[in-house]
Each structure stands twice: as structure tokens, then as C-alpha cells.
């Protein structure tokens, strides 16, 4: 009788135990948690043609140039919520790698306005032009640094500030 007793209880700690794991699994996974990805193209009159950054080289754009997309070379973060829980994004940016200055664009944002809520399983797409890219970089290089690559970043509502790990040699 004692040893089904111990049998019924180590099953019953083994249960707990896994119950206690999947709770844990489920609070670390279930908050709001955001992918992002760098992209590169060219603006057209209906839209943007642009694929996301591989290798650090910017996408060959010239084959588009021969088609509609005539618009300027544009660099963009691609925002998904992959968590449980609905995100803000509340600000992108385009920063150099090494540098101290970022550009935030606020007149001329090339996507849907900000602040911006994606639910569970949603994602949208910002731009900013790639001129403004190559600026930020002569600003850095001016200041004496070294400077070859951008990124971007995005800030979420709560402050939190995610970026992205593919960089782009555009300069």
C-alpha cells in the first residue's frame, strides 16, 4: 500500500512540475515580443518594390529602375508582432552603425502614421529615403568617424527600443 502511495505522489509532483513549466513557458512567451527586419528598394508611382537585407548589400535596384519604380532608393523596417499581446510602435529610425546621431522622420513618413497598433500576428512596413541615409552618414563621417553601414530601429510604446540586426552597406 505504501509503495502505491509513493507512486500516486511522485506522479502527482510530476504533474505539478510540468504544470509549474508550461505557466512559466507561457508567461515568458506570451508578452508582447516584436521581430523586425531591414529591407531595401525603390519607391514607384503605385507602391514600394523592396526585399529584405540578406548579406549586408543593398538589393539590386536596377532592374526596377527599368520598370515603374522611378522613385527614390528607400531603406525600411519591417515590424511584426510575433507575441500574444498587442504592441505600439511609437517611433522608427535610421541609424549608422558606430555613429551617435540617428534620423527619425516625422514630416514625410513613408508607411501608416505613428503612433501605430499591431495585434497578434500583424505586421507593417516603414520607409525612410535612402538620400537621408547617405546624409546621416557624411554628417558622421565629417566628424571624423568611420562610418559604412545603417540600421534601423524601432521604439515600441513602452519605450522599448528594438533593432534591427541585418546592416546595409548603402554609403
Given at each position: 500500500m505504501s509503495e502505491i502511495a509513493l507512486l500516486v505522489s511522485v506522479f502527482s509532483l510530476c504533474v505539478a512540475a510540468l504544470s509549474l513549466g508550461w505557466q512559466i513557458a507561457l508567461w515568458l512567451l506570451g508578452g508582447r515580443r516584436v521581430s523586425i527586419q531591414l529591407r531595401h528598394g525603390v519607391l514607384g508611382d503605385g507602391g514600394i518594390a523592396a526585399g529584405p537585407v540578406g548579406n549586408g548589400k543593398a538589393n539590386d535596384i536596377s532592374s526596377m529602375r527599368h520598370q515603374v519604380f522611378v522613385g527614390p532608393e528607400v531603406v525600411?523596417?519591417?515590424?511584426?508582432?510575433?507575441g500574444r499581446l498587442p504592441l505600439t510602435v511609437s517611433e522608427y529610425s535610421l541609424r549608422v552603425k558606430g555613429g551617435q546621431f540617428s534620423f527619425v522622420p516625422h514630416g514625410e513618413v513613408i508607411g501608416r502614421p505613428?503612433?501605430?497598433?499591431?495585434e497578434p500576428g500583424e505586421s507593417e512596413t516603414w520607409y525612410v529615403d535612402a538620400a537621408d541615409a547617405r546624409a546621416l552618414a557624411r554628417v558622421h563621417r565629417d566628424m571624423g568617424k568611420r562610418?559604412?553601414?545603417?540600421?534601423?530601429?524601432?521604439?515600441?510604446?513602452?519605450?522599448?527600443?528594438?533593432?534591427?540586426?541585418?546592416?546595409?552597406?548603402?554609403?
Open positions: 525600411g523596417v519591417d515590424v511584426i508582432n510575433v505613428l503612433p501605430f497598433r499591431l562610418v559604412a553601414e545603417v540600421f534601423m530601429a524601432v521604439k515600441l510604446g513602452t519605450r522599448e527600443e528594438k533593432r534591427t540586426k541585418q546592416t546595409l552597406a548603402l554609403l
